[in-house]
């Protein structure tokens, strides 16, 4: 019996220091998703980059250049071809799980960076986790900032569960 206490203080000990280590304490948003799958077959959908129309209803078409990872650079248009994003991969790391990429263009935020994360929880089970910040809103008339955000939540709250179907298929 005191054995199985162990094991189960060990658990959540580790548990609680994955999900400090997985999250951005100073993000504007931050949405977390446990999946029925293992953190490869979450990755293995995460890590493409090019595939966001798939992702998002708010994404219609994704253009994408550069290296697959860091230095990678993909501009999304948006379904009435109207609006269009730009974003940069900054950092990428598939040991890790973890990619970082700012928006640049297309969005009335100075400094945005958002980062997807997936931690293995073992026993065919992971957590996406997804932040983003930005340094400075601006002011414009087609948004304030708190319909900024909401759009973030959304729209993140969206790719991650769509993330989770593909990967747990």
């Known amino acids: ?6 094991v189960i203080v060990l658990a959540i000990v580790l548990f609680g220091f994955n999900q400090m280590n997985a999250q951005n304490p100073d993000a504007k948003i931050t949405n977390t998703m446990v999946v029925e799958a293992s ?3 979450v990755w293995a959908e995460l890590r493409k980059l090019d595939n ?6 708010q994404v219609a078409k994704v253009a994408y250049t550069g290296p697959k ?15 269009k994003f730009k974003e940069n991969i900054l950092a990428f790391d ?3 799980r973890t990619y970082t990429y700012a928006v640049v263009e297309g969005v009335p935020a100075m400094g945005m960076v958002s980062n997807f994360k997936v931690v293995d929880l073992g026993y065919k089970k992971s957590m ?14 087609q948004m ?3 319909e900024l955000n909401g759009f973030l939540d959304m729209a993140s709250k969206e790719m991650i569960g769509n993330v989770a179907k593909m990967a747990s298929k």
């Open 128 to 141: 996406i986790v997804w932040t983003s910040t930005y340094e400075k809103f601006m002011k414009n008339p």
């Open 94 to 96: 598939d040991t890790a």
């Open 69 to 83: 990872g860091t230095g990678g650079s993909r501009v999304c248009t948006s379904p009435d071809g109207k609006g």
């Open 39 to 41: 953190a490869d077959d």
């Open 144 to 146: 304030n900032e708190e």
């Open 52 to 57: 966001i129309d798939e992702l998002s209803s």
């Open 1 to 6: 019996m005191k054995r199985l206490k162990n």
